[in-house]
């Protein structure tokens, strides 16, 4: 449980690495402003890899497992386990802090999750875990085949985090399948949380929007936080499509794609790249923005999607933060 006082200490702060994070993510965004543009013609896209920093450390943690480990931790690959997403879950009953694991597991656990992120995005999903859990002690890991073989999965859960690597076993599925994150600060204040920076940067493309557009972008109700399916060619998607906006209005929605992934290794956004160029890019994606639920009443709308054919991003700000991401081509039957 987190003390009172701690809980006044976070808004402060939080409101300062919201300014960072803001910074950071767009100028990290700046590299992938030419989405659909020389950079994917350049033909330089790859993603993770089973030598990948956080795969290797998979394997080794694998590797550690006790037989009886084993038996708790592993499943076959297409487990029903696999597929399940949630804000707030665990994929198998042991959590970390627990001495069903030992000291360098929990070390080889710690350079997984940190090899998953960039930068500033570990600074931020640490301090998630931190003010949301009481840390990474309190989330749950499996493992979905076994490294080495044809495919493999790692997947952690845990309040409002599932993260996943599985060194490309999963072919076309950026972040190895759905992922999602939050943060418990925001009510009754959504500057509070620390990803409220995204929903600014979502905020900039809809008030760039003319009357006109804006009335196709703006919509009542949102759909389920968890319907994210990816839909493919013949989807029917909310909101204003990309394609149908001014140049200077695609350019903030391709930075906007960018201080969205920011979080994420070089690895995983590559693959991003690819399946959406593979789906026809930025133009074939929609923006929706939500009224529902518009925490101070200050039309900043904290419930927005982006979504295409091979692409769902649905971030629900109110009245805290949970975010869903499933990026991948359909499966063919």
């Not at 665990?90 to 000291?103: A, C, I, Y």
């Not at 133009?283 to 200050?298: C, K, N, T």
Request: glycine content about 10%.
């Amino acid at each position: 449980m987190k003390s009172e006082n701690r809980v006044e200490s976070g808004v402060s702060e939080c409101c300062s690495v919201n300014r960072r994070s803001f910074v950071k993510a767009v100028a990290a965004a700046s590299s992938l402003a030419m989405l659909p543009g020389r950079a994917f013609a350049a033909g330089l896209f790859a993603g993770p890899s089973r030598t990948s920093a956080s795969e290797t450390a998979v394997a080794e943690f694998y590797a550690s497992l006790t037989d009886d480990q084993k038996k708790v931790l592993c499943f076959e690959f297409e487990h029903e386990l696999r597929h399940r997403i949630s804000a707030n879950w665990h994929v198998t009953k042991p959590t970390m802090g627990e001495t069903f694991f030992t000291s360098p597991q929990r070390e080889m656990v710690g350079r997984i999750v940190k090899g998953l992120c960039s930068e500033e995005g570990y600074e931020r999903m640490t301090r998630q875990m931190d003010e949301d859990a009481g840390g990474l002690h309190e989330f749950s890991v499996a493992m979905f085949g076994e490294p080495g073989s044809k495919q493999f999965e790692f997947m952690l859960t845990g309040r409002h985090l599932t993260l996943r690597a599985d060194g490309d076993s999963v072919d076309k599925a950026a972040f190895g399948g759905p992922i999602v994150y939050g943060h418990d600060q925001g009510e009754p204040d959504a500057s509070k949380n620390i990803y409220f920076y995204q929903t600014q940067q979502t905020d900039a493309v809809f008030k760039s929007l003319t009357s006109e557009q804006a009335a196709k972008a703006l919509l009542q109700k949102a759909p389920a936080e968890a319907a994210v399916q990816v839909q493919g060619d013949g989807g029917k998607f909310a909101g204003i499509k990309v394609g149908d906006l001014q140049a200077e209005q695609k350019t903030m929605v391709e930075k906007t794609l960018g201080v969205l992934l920011a979080p994420y290794r070089k690895e995983d956004i590559d693959e991003v790249m690819q399946v959406l160029k593979e789906s026809g890019g930025v133009d074939q994606l929609h923006m929706a923005f939500y009224q529902q639920e518009d925490v101070g009443g200050d039309k900043t709308w904290d419930i927005w999607r982006v979504e295409g054919p091979s692409f769902v991003w649905h971030y629900r700000g109110a009245p805290h933060v949970h975010a869903y991401i499933n990026i991948g081509h359909v499966k063919k039957a």
